[in-house]
């Protein structure tokens, strides 16, 4: 996949990763994802979120202080909006080996889920409430005093 298809990234701390797509017309698709190969680091944590029942929710509204992860549209679509304290992004999620990292100190956003689509997550941790910014006139001070690295 050419990443000059896809919208550059104009936060901080985001990449896009990109896995391997094997295709059989017969027998479906295979993609592959290994840690310290296409995830830039260790796995301690995988979730998905589906089921989404009222499409119009927002979800996520957090930033994570040391945590990595990255975020997988593995059906349907959704817009991610990330969010370095200083620049805005949106982008569509409709790729299915198209991921985006979510950094350290990256306000990050769900919303705008098709029907059926699911989200794939890989993190570098696991779950620490700890770790969590939830709210994000704090989030824009940490990042205003230099703590958005």
């Not at 979120?49 to 499409?55: G, P, R, T, V």
């Not at 689509?117 to 770790?131: H, P, R």
Request: include cysteine.
């Amino acid at each position: 996949m050419q990443t000059e298809n896809f919208e550059p990234l104009l936060v901080k701390n985001s990449g896009y990763v990109f896995l391997k797509k094997v295709c059989d017309q017969n027998d479906g698709t295979l993609i592959i994802a290994e840690a310290q190969k296409d995830i830039p680091f260790d796995l301690k944590r995988v979730y998905y979120i589906n089921n989404l029942k009222n499409f119009i929710s927002v979800r996520g509204c957090h930033a994570h202080k040391t945590l990595r992860q990255v975020i997988f549209c593995i059906a349907g679509s959704f817009t991610l909006t990330l969010d370095d304290g200083a620049t805005r992004q949106k982008i569509l999620m409709n790729h299915d080996n198209a991921g985006i990292i979510l950094g350290q100190m990256l306000w990050h956003e769900m919303s705008e889920f098709a029907s059926g689509t699911v989200l794939l997550v890989f993190a570098s941790d696991y779950y620490d409430e700890a770790d969590y910014i939830r709210n994000y006139e704090e989030f824009t001070e940490i990042c205003r005093k230099g703590g958005g690295k």
